[in-house]
């Protein structure tokens, strides 16, 4: 098994670039600020990295949620329309979820930037690497409005070097 510290800083140079060029709107994202719940949002496909052929997540409503015991949790329906959800009923639905995935925040020491790393009990060897990113201040690209608080993840290829996938999340409250 490759050491975990070695794919940090791997992460970290293949990720020294955010996918979006405006890098005084967003900004490494802190593990407090990941905590809690989160609603995906819409990405088009022009802002997408051009590595995957297809969306590897297609479901169109997805929630996660992001604990501070390292828990992670998803749930996710393939076709909208989505239905808005509060705190607390994401809270409720996510208490019936079975707790086979975990997160946890690492920082790279040479590169200064945190990054995500998921993995699945379930699924033997698993690992995404994830930066995160906050948006800190509000911006539009391709017609998408980024608020700030949101948080944006760039899915990392260690392999290939390459960012391969972005999620644009958005906290609920």
């Known amino acids: 098994m490759v050491c975990m510290r070695a794919l940090i800083v791997l992460c970290a140079c293949v990720l020294s670039t955010p996918a979006f ?82 997160w946890k925040y690492d920082m790279s020491p040479v590169y200064n930037k945190g990054v995500l790393i998921v993995e699945r009990s379930d699924v033997k060897g698993s690992a995404e690497i994830w930066e995160p990113h906050m948006v800190v201040k509000p911006f539009t690209n391709a017609g998408v409005e980024f608020q700030a608080g949101d948080l944006l993840l760039y899915l990392a290829d260690l392999t290939a070097r390459k960012l391969v996938w972005i999620r644009h999340l958005r906290k609920v409250d």
């Not at 994202?29 to 022009?46: H, K, N, S």
Request: charged share 20%; glycine share 6%.
């Open 21 to 102: 060029s405006e890098s005084d709107v967003v900004r490494n994202a802190r593990a407090t600020e990941i905590e809690g719940y989160w609603q995906l949002l819409p990405l088009p496909d022009q802002l997408q990295p051009k590595v995957l052929a297809a969306n590897p997540w297609p479901s169109q409503c997805q929630s996660f949620a992001y604990g501070r015991d390292g828990t992670m949790k998803s749930l996710e329906k393939l076709h909208g329309p989505c239905e808005s959800h509060s705190r607390a009923g994401l809270e409720e639905m996510f208490n019936m979820v079975p707790a086979v995935i975990s």
